[in-house]
């Protein structure tokens, strides 16, 4: 099975999580390998969608990985209580960010 790769933006407001869903929905029943690496916020509303994606792949049975993760993500997840396993990364997955909005 082939992996398929999907970039989250740099701005993950409440306004980021439909389009999160919508893109991630079209890439259900396929491992799925999410780059974290361009995040400087990262919002409730679109953890939240990430949190029920990892979920939806497990029912599944298929592959979801969040790697890499940047610093203002893991930090964002942190602060809401979110483990990193929730979205489908661990600490080894975290980057230092070059700059942080």
């Known amino acids: 099975m082939t992996t398929q790769n999907y970039c989250l933006n740099r701005h993950l407001d409440s306004a980021a999580a439909p389009p999160i869903a919508a893109a991630l929905q079209e890439l259900r029943g396929q491992a799925v390998c999410i780059d974290g690496s361009e995040v400087g916020f990262a919002g409730a509303l679109s953890l939240q969608v990430l949190i029920a994606a990892r979920l939806q792949w497990e029912a599944d049975a298929c592959g ?11 930090n964002a997840a942190s602060g809401l209580g979110i483990n990193l396993s929730e979205i489908g990364s661990t600490p080894d997955d975290i980057i230092e960010a ?3 909005e």
């Open 98 to 100: 070059e700059c942080a």
């Open 64 to 74: 979801f990985h969040l790697t890499p993760v940047s610093s203002a993500l893991a």
